[in-house]
Structure formats: C-alpha cells, structure tokens
C-alpha cells in the first residue's frame, strides 16, 4: 500500500503542494522526511542548495534568508509538535514565509485534543489499522542505507591545540 498507493501520491502532492509554488528552500524533518523527499522529488533537487536540513540555518547569515521561503516537511503528523516547533526555529533564524508539509496525517482518536495542525497540509489521512498495515514498509523505506545498529553513529574527532 505504501509503495503502491501512498508513494505516488505524495510525489504528486509534492509536485503541486511544494514544486509550483517555487519555494527557495524545501527544509525537511531529520531523517525519514529526507527519506521521503528522496521518493517524491526529482533527484536534481535532492542534492543541491534548493534542499536543507534545519541545522543548516545555523551557519547561513540571517540577512541572507530574510525575504526566502521554506516549505517544512515531516514524514508523519501526530500532534504536529515537531513541525511547530521546527517552524519557530527556522523562524529565529531568520525566514518569515514557512508552509508545513506532511507525507501522512496519523488520525487516532486519542490524539485529536492535542492535535494542532493549524497551516498543516496532509498528503494522507490515515487510521490507526491503516498505518499498522503500512508500518512495515515505512520501516523498510526509513532504514534505507543506513545501519542497523546502532541508530545513530558518534564520531570522535582529536584535535591539535592551535
């Protein structure tokens, strides 16, 4: 269902949601919105300056993003805190003009009171039986190229005083 149905649609949600209306960056959620993105957009975008982590805005002159755009996208959509709060952050940083994006709109009913999904735009709205049916190829897409364990690798870098 995901590859099948799910997939295809978001590529078609992310040409007309995000590719029209010409966003100067496309800022995806840390690391299964990458993932994502990589299914939906054309690999010419993936590897450019037109895609960036949020991390990035830290090493880029506020003055340098205050008149850009940025469409923010998740993976998935619960409560929508993530998106809310990495759209204060790209904020702080200087970009005024965000859109927040999501692949799949998790709909269960013990989350919809803390639901804030205020400018929130969905690709799919799916049940909790329905994202159980899909969770096996969503882990199978987000574990892609990377390593099974562990989750995330440290690096220890020794420097030489200067």
Excluded: W
């Amino acid at each position: 269902m995901l590859k099948t149905h799910l997939i295809p649609r978001f590529r078609d949600f992310c040409a007309k949601e995000i590719l029209e209306n010409g966003f100067d960056y496309i800022v995806p959620i840390e690391t299964k919105g990458m993932v994502f993105l990589e299914e939906a957009l054309p690999p010419s975008l993936i590897g450019g300056s037109h895609v960036l982590f949020r991390r990035a805005f830290d090493f880029i002159p506020p003055e340098e993003v205050a008149d850009k755009t940025a469409a923010l996208v998740d993976d998935t959509l619960v409560i929508g805190r993530t998106l809310n709060r990495s759209e204060s952050e790209l904020r702080s940083k200087g970009i005024d003009q965000i859109s927040k994006y999501a692949f799949i709109l998790y709909d269960d009913p013990k989350y919809r009171e803390f639901r804030r999904v205020k400018d929130i735009h969905f690709c799919s709205i799916l049940s909790p039986l329905e994202y159980s049916l899909i969770l096996e190829e969503l882990s199978e897409i987000s574990m892609k190229d990377r390593p099974s364990y562990p989750d995330h690798i440290v690096y220890f870098v020794q420097l030489n005083d200067t």
